[in-house]
Structures are given as C-alpha cells and as structure tokens.
C-alpha cells in the first residue's frame, strides 16, 4: 500500500505560482511512475502532469505546458508541481496518484493509488 499526501495548495491571484507537493509513504517510492490530475467543479478530472519513477520522461497538459514544472525527489518520497503564471481556470483541486510501474503513464485510470487532494483557487 501507499499513501500519499498532498500539500501546497491555497488562494493565489491570476499570475501568481504554487508549488504542491506530495509526500509519499512506503520505501518502495522509486518503483512508482506519479502523476498530478486536477478536478474543477462540474468537469472531469483530467491529467496535468505526469513523471516516470526516475523523472528522465514527464508529460504535460496542453493548458499547463509551459507554465508548469513537475518534478521529484526519490530520496524524500515526494513529488512536485510547480505552477507559474497561474489563470483562473486552474482552479480546481488537485490530486496527487502513483502507479507502480517503470514505464510512461498519462491516464488516470492506470493509476491505482490517489491522495486526498489539495485546493487551488486562483483569484482574477
């Protein structure tokens, strides 16, 4: 089993940037491709990023690519998103998952382990 948490999520203005991050537990972290998916309010969720376990590949959404970084660090049990010139339409709370695998995942249903989410609301 493996849990994660999420954390770095808040109220930031149109243009500003966050960081989540999202701790995993478990000493198996190494194993696991993760990826960060978002949900708004009456949508699905959809993928924003995602990153191979040893962050030598990484995908991004059309609507955040460019504006967005997603990293991690193996020896901290933990993954980043790290999001610039944010816009309105990122709001929506974003969820952390992990898949136990060495290749390329970008769907949310090939993940098999989900966090708990964190709210972003960014403000016009």
């Known amino acids: 089993q493996l ?3 999420e954390s ?3 109220l930031v203005q149109a243009g500003g940037s966050l960081r989540l991050s999202c701790t995993a ?3 198996t972290f190494i194993s696991y491709a993760m990826g960060w998916f978002r949900q708004a309010p009456g949508k699905e969720r959809e993928v924003v990023a995602t990153i191979t376990w040893s962050g030598g590949n990484t995908y991004y959404a059309d609507s955040v690519k460019g504006r967005s970084t997603i990293s991690r660090d193996n020896t901290k049990n933990t993954v980043y998103l790290q999001m610039n010139s944010l816009k309105p339409e990122d709001t929506a709370v974003y969820y952390c998952a992990a898949v ?3 290749g390329f995942h970008r769907y949310g249903n090939e993940y098999d382990y989900w966090g708990q989410g964190t709210q972003v609301t960014v403000s016009s």
Do not use: A, T, W
């Open 8 to 10: 770095g999520g808040g």
């Open 100 to 102: 136990r695998s060495f």
């Open 25 to 27: 537990s478990g000493r």
């Open 3 to 5: 849990q994660l948490v």
